[in-house]
């Protein structure tokens, strides 16, 4: 079993940045697991914000937040991170964490095992 903890979550005024963490625990083998960022506004579906493939270190964002948002992962701390800059009032938004033993990424959300309780991004305008 792993358990993911996110954090780093809060309110920000537009424009402004944030960083997410992601500690994961229960398995050191989770170091090479694909990690996904995902974010689900009230009344609206889970959605894909980005990923980073469990070896090589691919990327892949979703088309609202290129340029904004980055992905990372720390190994030897078994935590990923997401680093969100020029946030904007439509960011807002509980982020969940997501980890799976593939080593690809995918945007969809059956494809992670192991999700985190969330943290709630606010951005005022």
């Known amino acids: 079993q792993v358990q993911l903890v996110e954090s780093g979550g809060g309110l920000v005024q537009a424009g402004g940045s944030l960083k997410l963490s992601c500690a994961a625990s229960?398995?050191?083998?989770?170091?090479?697991?694909?990690v996904g960022w995902f974010r689900q506004a009230p009344g609206k579906e889970r959605d894909f914000v980005a990923g980073?493939?469990?070896?090589?270190?691919?990327?892949v964002y979703a088309d609202s937040v290129k340029g904004r948002f980055t992905i990372s992962r720390e190994r030897l701390k078994n935590t990923a991170y997401l680093e969100m800059n020029s946030l904007k009032a439509e960011d807002t938004a509980v982020y969940y964490c997501?980890?799976?033993?593939?080593?690809?990424?995918?945007?969809?959300?059956?494809?992670?095992?192991?999700w985190g309780l969330g943290t709630q991004v606010t951005v005022s305008s």
């Open positions: 997501a980890a799976t033993k593939g080593t690809t990424v995918r945007r969809d959300t059956s494809y992670y095992s192991y």
């Open positions: 229960g398995r050191a083998s989770c170091n090479f697991y694909a």
């Open positions: 980073i493939a469990g070896i090589g270190g691919g990327t």
